[in-house]
């Protein structure tokens, strides 16, 4: 897949000219090469306007970034990590080889510095999180990102219309049966039983809320503050004729009320804010009966940082990926017992990279209903992602939990693995 | 299993006089009725030394507590926490009824104090912890718990002499196979190989160790500071044949060189000390290489909080079992990844009912070996243990790891789970 997705060739970007030896490197092409050594030396090549070349010494590189002029280049040199993917989606910067390839190497060339929590990481991330996730924030915030078209997201999302993780069984299983199997996988880790009551926070465009209700025969009520999704959702309640099991209720999850058998939240925490963790936790807490479960699936981190700034500009506004510590904070303070933690990154560089096949196969109906610089932003937010579950940059936790008292808990995980 | 371990009537304790009604209760019998109260009106009668009965209004007591003297009395009123356990092992309290369910009821009755972490409780954490675990200091408490006598232990651990919780495929497992399935699930979700190089921190008796590389081919450096533990374990390692493929080191894990595949450490954590878990993981780092993995076990806890007093008083000097989020500062400064967390609290209570048994068949032994106090101390510890897994007071994490690069990871878990 994508094996090589990244071959275009404008015809305004020069590959004349000879690569120039070191004495003739010019001050742009100084910068560049202390940026490559920055990163270890990634078999990179700049190829710039000028036709001048900037490569680590005595590498072969396989991927070449073409820069269209000066002023882009300096923009990506004052702040590479926001001004590369606007380069990148104006087309005034061109990848020649590998997309997911360039940026696992980038990401791999900054993971030296990762791990390291400064006082002035905590103080900007407690700054450009907080007072975001407000009831009012977080409906803009979710309305920058999923209310852009179903139309649009059901080019690439195949059937299940699930914009999660999907879960693997086998390397061979298509994005359907990986979806379909995610969400047994789910099911099968909240032990769902006929008839247990279900609270869902974030249930996108509704597939997890109605095979619980088609498959378990569970009743749920699942939470969005998406109107598109919620609309879409409804449409196929009716069409599943589940409605009378399954209530799509467009609010926010700190508006659940009732008890519940189960509380499942696939996909929202992202978007929760890590401030706002410990009203999860009471908001979870006070939702489930007493031998209630639960189960949270959510991108996260090795260790605490914010997200990528571009990420959280052009994409995900008011996005945080926690650390397996910081998501903690949900359960710890309202007394909440975790029974299993499994890690499944790879699974969702699996999904993307199904997802962004689809993507570029539609590209052309995408850029008919938006425009080039919104293809190629979302087509380096996919690789991207990608690039990003590789190399360990993201991680992708499912938690299970339960209250603290609840004894009726499976004595092993063998029943999530009998077919 | 200990339906009813505690029926024991001694003919100092008087039990003739009649309930007094509620106009007659003493100024003893208020404080106490005060304390029920407190506890949330358990179906637990005290009765003291004057005959006087004090029980909750209604209630139909199935568990008595005989007070000896007002000494006794006021001691545990003072600190309940420490003087209950301290009267029980001297004799001056008398359980009439089951032991572990007593314990349970306090437990449950002390839960809704829980999950508060005040700044007060934060310093005790610190002021308690800190210093505790140097190199000589872990040397000095880990010489008063495991230290008191091999023969002991071989008498209520079974053939295995492993210290540490179980793991029960089936309720119907025993002792010694769920210790063997305990080692067989630890190895499998290490991926241990033929070959691997294993470094083990903490490695009690040497069970572990030696089934590694008797039964998957595995090298195993294992570390423990136990003078007596190791002697014991190099031992078995002749009477295996096994010398030159364990090789039992006595040194602290902060003393661990080299690099292996894999990192191991079953019940070490509990008496590193919170202080110590980001040397631990810089530990943990340094030693693996690029496709290491590893797992820690350990009790813990479902939020931050010290482990019962009279506890660390007597039985594990120096001890802490830490939250979930607490244990994530082992990985998290050092980027490690966190792949699978598996809670087995249930695991632990059914072992410690196994060792109860065993220990309690072998009271008369142990009272020539040791004496009357030690014979309850114990027995006491390990009734208190039982009643700690059950009601969610301790919790038994698994947690398997691996470095942030390494992508040669199992895509499920399904290879834990076939036979």
């Known amino acids: 897949m994508n094996a090589n997705p990244e071959s275009e060739s404008f015809s305004d970007f020069p590959d004349a000219a000879p690569a120039p030896g070191r004495t003739r490197r010019s001050l742009e092409g100084r910068l560049l090469r202390r940026l490559l050594s920055d990163l270890g030396d990634p078999p990179v090549e700049f190829v710039l306007w000028s036709g001048e070349r900037i490569a680590p010494d005595g590498a072969a590189p396989g991927i070449k970034i073409r820069i269209a002029d000066r002023i882009t280049l300096f923009r990506v040199l004052r702040d590479p990590q926001v001004q590369f993917p606007e380069a990148y989606s104006a087309g005034k910067l061109e990848i020649e080889g590998d997309l997911v390839e360039l ?3 980038i990401y791999r060339g ?57 879960y693997y069984p086998t390397l061979a299983a298509t994005l359907e049966q990986a979806q379909i199997a995610k969400m047994d996988h789910v099911c099968r880790k909240l032990q769902l039983q006929p008839g247990d009551s279900v609270v869902e926070a974030g249930c996108g465009w509704g597939s997890l809320a109605l095979h619980m209700a088609s498959r378990y025969g569970a009743r749920v009520r699942a939470f969005n503050i998406s109107h598109e999704q919620i609309a879409f959702a409804r449409e196929r309640a009716r069409q599943q004729q589940l409605q009378d099991r399954v209530e799509f209720i467009q609010d926010d999850y700190r508006n659940i009320s009732g008890r519940y058998d189960v509380f499942a939240s696939v996909g929202m925490l992202e978007h929760v804010g890590h401030e706002n963790y410990a009203q999860l936790g009471r908001v979870i807490r006070r939702s489930l009966c007493s031998a209630g479960r639960g189960l949270i699936h959510s991108i996260g981190r090795n260790h605490p940082g914010l997200l990528h700034p571009w990420i959280t500009r ?11 510590g910081e998501m903690m904070q949900i359960f710890e303070p309202s007394g909440l017992s975790v029974l299993d933690v499994e890690n499944i990154r790879l699974h969702y560089a699996l999904t993307l990279r199904h997802w962004l096949d689809r993507y570029r196969a539609a590209e052309d109906r995408v850029r008919r ?5 919104f293809v190629r932003m979302w087509r380096l937010y996919l690789a991207g992602s990608i690039a990003g579950f590789e190399t360990g940059t993201l991680q992708l936790f499912q938690v299970v939990f339960t209250t603290r008292e609840n004894n009726h808990i499976p004595l092993t995980r063998q029943h999530l693995y009998s077919t």
Chains 1, 2 share one sequence.
């Open 110 to 166: 900054m993971a030296k510095d990762e791990g390291r929590d400064s006082f002035g990481s905590r103080l900007a991330r407690w700054f450009r999180s907080t007072r975001r996730n407000t009831l009012a924030g977080s409906r803009r915030n979710i309305h920058h990102h999923y209310d852009i078209g179903n139309e649009f997201y059901a080019m690439w999302l195949g059937e299940t219309m699930a914009y999660t993780c999907a």
């Open 314 to 324: 052009r994409i995900f506004p008011g996005a945080y990926a926690p650390s397996l």
């Open 103 to 105: 940026i696992a190497l």
């Open 369 to 373: 209903m938006f425009d080039e610089t």
